[in-house]
C-alpha cells in the first residue's frame, strides 16, 4: 500500500507562485510511476502533469504547459509541483497520484484510471 501526502496548496494572487509537494511512502519511490491531477468546483477532474519513476520521462497538460513543471526527489521520496503565473482558473483541488511499475520505468501516465494510489488533495486558490 502507498500512501501520498500533498501539501503546499494555499490563497495566492493571480501571477503569483506556489510549489506543491507530495510526500510518498509505503513502497519504494523508484518503481512509483506519479501524477498531479486537479478538479475544479463543477468539473470533471482533470490531468496536470506526469513524470516517470526514473524521472527522465514528463509530460503536461496543454493547458498549463510552460507554466507548471514537476519534479521528483527520489532520496527524499518526493513529487513536486512547481506552479508560476497563476491564474483564477488554476483554482481547483490538486491532487497527487501514483503507479506502481517497474524499477526505475521510463514511462508516465495521463489517465486517471491508469493510477492506482491516490493522495486527499490540497487546495489552492487564486484571486484576481
Known amino acids: 500500500q502507498v500512501q501520498l501526502v500533498e501539501s503546499g496548496g494555499g490563497l495566492v494572487q493571480a501571477g503569483g507562485s506556489l510549489r506543491l509537494s507530495c510526500a510518498a511512502s509505503?513502497?519504494?519511490?523508484?518503481?512509483?510511476?506519479m501524477g498531479w491531477f486537479r478538479q475544479a468546483p463543477g468539473k470533471e477532474r482533470e490531468f496536470v502533469a506526469a513524470?516517470?519513476?526514473?524521472?527522465?520521462?514528463?509530460y503536461y497538460a496543454d493547458s498549463v504547459s510552460g507554466r507548471f513543471t514537476i519534479s521528483r526527489d527520489n532520496a527524499k521520496n518526493t513529487v513536486y509541483l512547481q506552479i508560476n503565473s497563476l491564474k483564477p482558473e488554476d483554482t481547483a483541488g490538486y491532487y497527487c497520484?501514483?503507479?506502481?511499475?517497474?524499477?526505475?520505468?521510463?514511462?508516465?501516465?495521463?489517465?486517471?484510471?491508469?493510477?492506482?494510489?491516490w493522495g486527499p488533495g490540497t487546495q489552492v486558490t487564486v484571486s484576481s
Open positions: 497520484a501514483a503507479r506502481s511499475v517497474g524499477y526505475y520505468s521510463g514511462t508516465y501516465y495521463q489517465k486517471d484510471h491508469e493510477y492506482h494510489y
Open positions: 509505503g513502497r519504494t519511490f523508484r518503481s512509483l510511476a
Open positions: 513524470i516517470s519513476a526514473s524521472g527522465g520521462s514528463r
